[in-house]
């Protein structure tokens, strides 16, 4: 079984060579561009907890518990790697309970889908 983690690795260190990814952690705030800079902890079933970290649009993946976690999400494993190869996304596998928001909005977690899948759609 694969595991997300190794998943979403692969998928930050595209993500991290894509400008067209990158854009998508910088929001608009008064006329002015602004670093969306978030941390979002994975406590999945069958792995050890990791979290991810996006800071300046840059984004590293670290094994354990984050004490600051913006976002915080549970469930099967499986989820995230289907995510991770373009069979699903974050929205679907919250409505179908597959992986549960704990802590922080859906809305966030959305704009990380919209940065994996413009990594997976680039060749």
Not at 71 to 77: A, E, F, K, T
Not at 87 to 114: P, Q, W, Y
Request: overall charge positive.
């Amino acid at each position: 079984m694969e595991r997300a983690q190794d998943n979403l690795v692969k998928i930050v260190k595209r993500m991290n060579e894509n400008p067209k990814a990158l854009q998508v952690f910088v929001t608009d705030v008064g006329g002015k561009p602004v670093n969306w800079n978030t941390t979002f902890q994975f406590n999945l079933d069958n792995e050890n907890p990791f979290y991810l970290i996006i800071n300046n649009q840059k984004i590293s993946i670290n094994e354990g518990t984050s004490q600051k976690a913006d976002i915080v999400m549970s469930g099967d494993n499986s989820a995230i790697t289907k995510i991770c190869q373009g069979k699903g996304d974050f929205t679907h596998a919250i409505s179908r309970e597959e992986i549960k928001v704990e802590n922080g909005k859906v809305m966030d977690i959305i704009r990380l889908t919209r940065a994996i899948t413009i990594v997976l759609k680039t060749k």
